[in-house]
């Protein structure tokens, strides 16, 4: 917005400094991080006069997560509500208004945020368990099934207007040729497929219409992988801390040609303002360490874990690696992975695999203290992404030159 505003007051040449990434990738990661700053204490205050705390343990026999839950019990949930906030204002400063993937991410965000608002409101007021599955997965389908539609169509509207005068002969289908400082650079548009790590983009898979239910599957997985996660102090923000932030350079790499060529992964039409809108994310997440470190002044209930899983997954979807989630958003993935074994283990053969699930409960009945148990996984999770890093570069290292 902020782009628009200099244009217009200034002339064309006073928003010079606001087109580069990286001033308004910094720029959106200190104004999340400052709004952060300035939102979280009113809205804690808010949120204790309204009584919208923590509410205990659940009675289902988990007896030493009970009681880690009994002592947090009062603590003020909900403080998604101002992580959603700062993302939000501080993207649509930062982010150009003109790129609709800008769009498509908030509108997401916001679209799951609803769903963990509407999961934490019926947790506070009629008991721990929260809305039936079936609702809250109705609503969480639907918004991932808009935000999997526009994405759709942002890339057939893509590959409408570039490649027409664009695409080189000889190439496959979907090749796109620009000139970028005296030099040619020849890149294929992600538009349908799904890009493979480790391996140049030619490997990639294009699923058509497919995409649409895939879009779907990520996006919603995503969401759900994060809500699981967020059962300790600082384990969610901080994992997903360093998960925007490996996206943010995954996104900033796939909106240049050169970069794209050379490392052999889709060219990313306005990748560039998924990069600060990864980078208000991550600010925001610093700002909410701040008051959710150990011991935690607010938790961010469904409302955050649920709009940042969601958001996770189509910040992928965009950057057309998310397939990459699997190393970035490792701890999400085998926090997801462990509640899925463990029920379907109990109901065939009566027996658990973990001690507890998610897995962050299971170290915690193997006596390990939760300050460590949340350092681990954001170290874990810290290696993890820098591999996914590494995926890209090993794309461009297999790329067959003359």
């Not at 800008?102 to 368990?129: E, H, N, P, Q, S």
């Amino acid at each position: 917005m902020l782009i628009w505003l200099a244009h217009w007051l200034g002339g064309s040449d006073s928003g010079a400094p606001l087109q580069l990434v990286t001033v308004r990738c910094g720029a959106a990661a200190l104004t999340a991080f400052l709004l952060m700053l300035a939102i979280m204490p009113p809205l804690i205050r808010r949120l204790k006069l309204w009584k919208f705390g923590e509410a205990g343990g659940k009675g289902q026999g988990a007896d030493l997560v009970d009681a880690y839950r009994e002592g947090k019990k009062g603590t003020p949930t909900m403080g998604g509500l101002g992580l959603v906030a700062a993302i939000a204002i501080a993207a649509v400063l930062w982010c150009d208004p003109g790129e609709p993937r800008v769009w498509l991410l908030l509108g997401g965000m916001i679209g799951f945020a609803v769903v963990g608002f509407l999961d934490d409101r019926t947790k506070v007021f009629k008991g721990a368990k929260g809305w039936p599955l079936w609702a809250k997965l109705g609503i969480q389908l639907g918004t991932a099934a808009a935000c999997a539609v526009g994405l759709y169509a942002v890339g057939t509207h893509d590959a409408a207007n570039l490649l027409p005068g664009n695409a080189p002969a000889g190439f496959p289908e979907g090749s796109y040729a620009k000139t970028l400082g005296g030099v040619s650079y020849i890149v294929r548009l992600g538009a349908n497929q799904v890009g493979l790590p480790y391996l140049p983009v030619e490997y990639a898979l294009d699923l058509g219409l497919w995409a649409v239910l895939w879009s779907i599957f990520v996006t919603v997985a995503c969401a759900n992988g994060v809500n699981f996660t967020d059962g300790m102090d600082g384990l969610a923000a901080g994992t997903m801390l360093v998960a925007t932030l490996a996206f943010l350079v995954i996104a900033y790499i796939t909106s240049r040609v050169d970069t794209a060529d050379y490392l052999q992964v889709f060219y990313i039409s306005g990748g560039q303002e998924v990069a600060v809108f990864c980078a208000a994310v991550a600010g925001a997440c610093l700002g909410f360490l701040w008051f959710n470190c150990a011991p935690a002044q607010v938790f961010m209930g469904d409302t955050g874990s649920q709009a940042l899983g969601g958001l996770l997954g189509l910040v992928a979807l965009n950057t057309k690696q998310e397939l990459l989630v699997l190393l970035v958003g490792a701890i999400f993935v085998a926090e997801a992975a462990s509640v899925a074994l463990q029920i379907a283990s109990f109901r065939l053969t009566g027996r658990r695999i973990f001690r507890c699930a998610p897995l962050h409960h299971h170290y915690q009945y193997a006596g390990m203290p939760e300050s460590k148990i949340v350092l681990r996984f954001w170290i874990v999770a810290s290696l993890l992404a820098l591999l996914a890093l590494g995926a890209l570069l090993a794309a461009g290292n297999l790329r067959a030159r003359p």
